[in-house]
C-alpha cells in the first residue's frame, strides 16, 4: 500500500478433506482474488492443503506425499503474484510428523514453520499423528531449496524493516505463553495464525477477545485464518471465524458459517511507533532467524476506517461512560488540590463559552464530592469590548443555575486605562487591544483568589495549547488547569453529556445554547446585530481539523505526509485537498512557534492519551525548527 499500510487478508477456502489437488486450486483461487485487492498478506487455516480432521489419515504416506505436491503446485501457480501466502499442511521431517504452515513469496518458500503446542484434550487429539516443534530451527532441503524449518522464524522486508512476519498456530494462542509473544519481541509487527478451531457456544466471543488481546498485548497485528466448512462435521463443526486485529483493534471479522475472504489494512509504522513509546517494550531476538526478503509494496489507496475525530467515541454508550470517567477525573484531580491547599474557595472566569462551562461543570462536581457548598466556586464574568448579550445572559445563568456566585465585573474602564498608560490607540483593534483584555482579565481573577483564600482555576484546553491560542500571562494562566488535556472536539460532547444526564430543564436549555454558540475569545467588538464578530475557527482553522492532526501527530507519530494522506480520507467531502494542506501547515507552523507558553502551563489532569504537559508526556525545547515539516508540506502534491 502506502505509508506503512500493509494489507492483510484471512482466507477460508471451501475444501474437501483429504483432496489435497482440490484444496490446493482452492487456495490458488483465493491467492488470486486476493492480490486483485492488492492484499500483501495472505493467511489460510491450520493443515487447509488436506484438511484439518484427517485423522488416522494422516498416518498413510499417500496423503502426506499428496500435501507436499500441493504446497509445490501452489508455490509455482502463484510465483508471478506479488503476494506473501501462508498456508497450512502436514510435514515429515527425519520420520517424525509436524503440523506446519508454510511461508510462500513468488515463487519461494520463505520458511516452513511447526505448531508448537499440540492439544491433545477433549475432542482434539493431535499428539496421535504430529510432534511438537523442534527447539532450534535449522536449514532442511524443501522441495529443491534450502528453507528455514523451527519456530523461531522472522520473514522481513529489507526495504521496509517494519513489515516483519511470524507464524505461529492455532493452540498456540491459547497457550500460557504464546510463541508469538517471543515472535514480536524479536521484531515481528505481524502474527500469521492459521487455526483450526472448532465452533462451540460461546466461544466465539472468547476467541475474538483472545485475538485481541494477544495483539494489543504484543503492540502488534494478528491475523487468525479458522477452518471453515468442508471440514469433516463428524464429531464438530467449523465456523470460518477469521478475525484481523492491530493493538487490541479488530480490523475485520468473517461472519461464521460463511467461508470467504477477510481483509484488514495494518499500520506497521503505527504499531512501530507504539512499540518505541513503550519502554517495557524489550526487544531480544536471539536464537531467532531473520529471512530478509525484497518486498515490493502493491498500489492502491487503503480501505481502512479513517476516523475524522479520534477523540470522540462514537459508540454512544461508549462515549456516555467516556464522559462521565473523564469528569470523575477532573473533579478528582481539582478535589485534591482544594483539600491539599485547606482552602474552601475557587475562581473561575466565566465566558458562557465551551470551556468554562465545562470548568465550572467540573468545580461544581468537585465541590460536591468534597462535601463543600457550591457557594465557594466565586464564577467571575468580566465583560468588556466584544462580549455580546447572548453569552453574558449564558454566564450569569449557567452560575445560577450551577449555584455558584457570581461576580460580575466590567473591565472596559480599566483597559482604556491601561491603553492610556502605554500610549495605546483604541481604535488600533491588534493584538495588543486584544491581550490587554486577557490580562486584565486574569490579573482581576488572580486578586480576587487572594482575597478570598482561593485559588484559579483554568478554563484553557488541548486544543488551545496546541496552537497557542492564548495571551501568554492571560488565560495562558491559573493555578490548575482542569481542561489541559481535553481536546476542543471533546468538550463539545461532555457539556452535551451534562446537558442529557440533568434533572434541571432550565440548565439543560443554557447548555444547549452554549453549544450552539459559535467559538470565540470575543475581544473583538460585535457586528453591528450585535453578533460575534471574530470566530476562532476562522483565524486558526476549524477544530475538528487541528484535533485531527494533533492524535496522529502526538499519539502516533505520524509524518505530515502521512497525516495529510489520512485527513483527506477522513474528511473527503467535506474539505478539499487544499483547505486541508493550508490548515496543516498553520497547525505545524503555530505547534512549533507555540511550545514557549506550553513550557511553562500550570498542573492539571491527564485525562486521555494526549497531554501536552511538560511535567508529563510532552518534552520539547521552545526554540526547535519547524523547516523540516514545512519541507515534507512543500513536497505535497
Not at 519541507?631 to 502534491?637: G, P, Q, S, V, Y
Amino acid at each position: 500500500m502506502k505509508y506503512g499500510f500493509i494489507r492483510t487478508a484471512a482466507a477460508t477456502p471451501d475444501i474437501k478433506v483429504a483432496d489435497c489437488s482440490y484444496n490446493s486450486a482452492a487456495i490458488i483461487e483465493n491467492i488470486k482474488k486476493a492480490a486483485e485487492n492488492n492484499t500483501e498478506i495472505i493467511v489460510f487455516p491450520e493443515l487447509c492443503i488436506t484438511g484439518y480432521t484427517c485423522g488416522d489419515l494422516f498416518s498413510q504416506r499417500t496423503l502426506i506425499r499428496a500435501a507436499l505436491e500441493g504446497v509445490e503446485s501452489i508455490k509455482k501457480e502463484t510465483a508471478d503474484i506479488n503476494i506473501i501466502s501462508v498456508i497450512g499442511f502436514p510435514f515429515e521431517y527425519r520420520s517424525d510428523l509436524y503440523n506446519c504452515a508454510a511461508v510462500l513469496y513468488r515463487g519461494s518458500t520463505l520458511a516452513v514453520v511447526p505448531k508448537s503446542v499440540l492439544p491433545n484434550y477433549n475432542e482434539f487429539y493431535e499428539m496421535r499423528w504430529f510432534r511438537e516443534a523442534l527447539g532450534k530451527t535449522r536449514i532442511i532441503d524443501f522441495l529443491g531449496e534450502e528453507v528455514c524449518f523451527g519456530t523461531d522464524i522472522i520473514i522481513k522486508a529489507s526495504d521496509m524493516p517494519e513489515m516483519s512476519i511470524a507464524v505461529e498456530i492455532c493452540e498456540d494462542l491459547w497457550s500460557v505463553i504464546p510463541p508469538s509473544s517471543r515472535h514480536a519481541l524479536a521484531g515481528a509487527s505481524i502474527i500469521a495464525n492459521p487455526s483450526a478451531g472448532n465452533e462451540i457456544t460461546g466461544k466465539d466471543t472468547y476467541r475474538k477477545a483472545l485475538v485481541e488481546n494477544q495483539s494489543a498485548r504484543i503492540i502488534g497485528a494478528y491475523v487468525y485464518a479458522c477452518a471453515g466448512y468442508g471440514e469433516s462435521t463428524m464429531d464438530v463443526v467449523y465456523s470460518g471465524h477469521n478475525i484481523i486485529s492491530e493493538n487490541g483493534i479488530t480490523l475485520a471479522e468473517a461472519q461464521r458459517f460463511k467461508n470467504t475472504i477477510i481483509y484488514g489494512d495494518v499500520d506497521v509504522y503505527r504499531l512501530e511507533s507504539e512499540r518505541q513509546k513503550n519502554s517495557s517494550f524489550r526487544t531480544d531476538d536471539s536464537g531467532y532467524t531473520v529471512v530478509e526478503i525484497d518486498f515490493k509494496e502493491n498500489n492502491g489507496d487503503i480501505e481502512r476506517n479513517i476516523d475524522p475525530a479520534p477523540f470522540v467515541p462514537k459508540d454512544i454508550k461508549k462515549r456516555e461512560k467516556r464522559c462521565e470517567e473523564i469528569m470523575n477525573i477532573q473533579a478528582a484531580g481539582l478535589r485534591k488540590r482544594i483539600e491539599h491547599i485547606g482552602c474552601k474557595n475557587v475562581v473561575i472566569g466565566i465566558s458562557g463559552g465551551l470551556d468554562s462551562t465545562q470548568a465550572l461543570i467540573v468545580c461544581a462536581r468537585a465541590f460536591d464530592m468534597a462535601g463543600l457548598d457550591r457557594k465557594g466556586i466565586i464564577a467571575v464574568t468580566m465583560p468588556c469590548f466584544g462580549t455580546t448579550d447572548r453569552t453574558y445572559t449564558n454566564a450569569v445563568s449557567l452560575t445560577d443555575t450551577i449555584g455558584a456566585t457570581l461576580k460580575e465585573i466590567n473591565i472596559k474602564p480599566a483597559v482604556l486605562q491601561h491603553f492610556r498608560d502605554i500610549g495605546h490607540d483604541e481604535s488600533i483593534k491588534d493584538l495588543t487591544y486584544e491581550n490587554s483584555q486577557a490580562r486584565e482579565r486574569t490579573m482581576i481573577l488572580m486578586d480576587i483568589a487572594s482575597k478570598y483564600n482561593a485559588f484559579v482555576v483554568g478554563t484553557g484546553d488541548l486544543s488551545e495549547l496546541a496552537l497557542g491560542w492564548a495571551t501568554y500571562n492571560g488565560d495562558h494562566m491559573s493555578m490548575y488547569g482542569v481542561n489541559c488535556s481535553i481536546p476542543k472536539t471533546l468538550i463539545r460532547y461532555l457539556i452535551q453529556y451534562e446537558a442529557d444526564t440533568t434533572n434541571k430543564k432550565e440548565l439543560r436549555s443554557i447548555l444547549m445554547d452554549i453549544l450552539d454558540t459559535p467559538v470565540s475569545p470575543e475581544l473583538l467588538p460585535p457586528d453591528k446585530n450585535g453578533n460575534i464578530a471574530q470566530i476562532t475557527e476562522n483565524v486558526v482553522g476549524p477544530y475538528e481539523l487541528h484535533d485531527f492532526f494533533l492524535y496522529n501527530m502526538m499519539r502516533l507519530g505520524f509524518e505530515p505526509n502521512k497525516i495529510y494522506y489520512l485527513a483527506n480520507i477522513a474528511f473527503k467531502g467535506r474539505y478539499d485537498r487544499d483547505t486541508i494542506k493550508k490548515w496543516l501547515r498553520n497547525f505545524y507552523k503555530r505547534f512549533f512557534s507555540q511550545q514557549f507558553k506550553r513550557s511553562c502551563i500550570p498542573d492539571g489532569p491527564k485525562v486521555g492519551s494526549v497531554s501536552l504537559s511538560p511535567r508529563g508526556d510532552w518534552r520539547m525545547p521552545s526554540d526547535a525548527s519547524v523547516n523540516t515539516w514545512m519541507e515534507m508540506l512543500d513536497e505535497l502534491e
